[in-house]
């Protein structure tokens, strides 16, 4: 269901669903007839809820969907985007709630033999009151082109390249080039002298091989065909996923072949666990994936999205009709990833090559204090 929100109309009416508070059937039929509503809307279970009525709604919540409903880690508190837009409105309305931290099944909801079961149960067995916006805003808004394509990913760990193999000549050029006499024949011998200690220092203390050649890595899987034959698994969270229907029911019969390689865990950091141990993969939306992986775990350099999608979709939304008071120029604006900063690790061959200049150094101080004591 599309939600629009606007603060012309908020404070003429708003409707909630709750069965216990509905009235008689021929005051719902006079409602029906005031609001101009159709035919087919079912009235009895509808109730004008004005700023008059001070009310306690039982929402029937789960609180782990960052960042539009979670638990701040500092001090506990329950925020984010759909948080503050409910506090808005009850103090707007004037109204109370109450919410659950998860459905007692760990399920978010889907129907398994005739029956709900999740979230969704609470709401068919009326122990929760179920919160819609006003039907009136089908009327005051229109809807969008489509501005963006979403559909399911396969996430993979990505393995971390070795270095290249002339990574520590980079540093040495540097050396080369500064504090260094200006003729040819003393920069070439203090080069060649400063790479055969580096050799020599690699070979006592390390695998020389490993120093000058680059390890072999598996090549990375970017295709569906590759994923199916290799020996990873799938994961996706147990919260009825809608993911796992998607996939049974796909067109696509790779995508059919996973339904018997899926392993459900019912938290994030289970599935983000399993990956990063290198055994499975992620299946999830592309949006929800960029939010979890992203947002929440900083993974920014260490996963990455298959080429091949699932029901590559597009989606649109609601904005209030005010193309007579206002104009919009311009377009979308994309917003890359920033870069990452440099870490110790970064330059760990930079600073080794400067202990072993000074520790180089410190030697040839010595040599020349007791050379000339002798001499």
Known sequence: MSTFLSSEWIDVLVVFVARQWVGEVQDALSLRQRLHLPRKTSLLHLIIFMGTCQATFRLSTWINDEPYLYRRQRDNKTVGVSMTLLQLLANKLNFSYTMTTRSVDGLWGTEENGEWNGLLEARTVIQVDEFSTALLSQDLGTSSMAFILTSGC??????????????DMGPLRAILGQSSPYLTEPRLFAGLWLLICFVLTAAYTSNLVGVFTKPAFPPRLTTLSQLLNSEKRLTVLDQG??????????????IRRFSGRLDFYVDDRQVVAAMAAGTHGYVASITYTSLVLLTKFKASETQFQLNDKIELGALGYTAEERSHEERVDGGTKGVGRPSSPLTMSHLQGLFSLLGL???????????????????
């Open 154 to 167: 396969f996430v993979l760990q990505a393995k971390v390249g070795g270095r290249g193999w002339n990574a």
């Open 357 to 375: 200049a000074w520790a180089l150094s410190t030697l040839i101080f010595l040599l020349e204090i007791i050379h000339k004591k002798k001499f």
């Open 241 to 254: 996923n809608i993911m796992m229907e998607i996939m049974k029911n796909s067109a696509n019969p790779s």
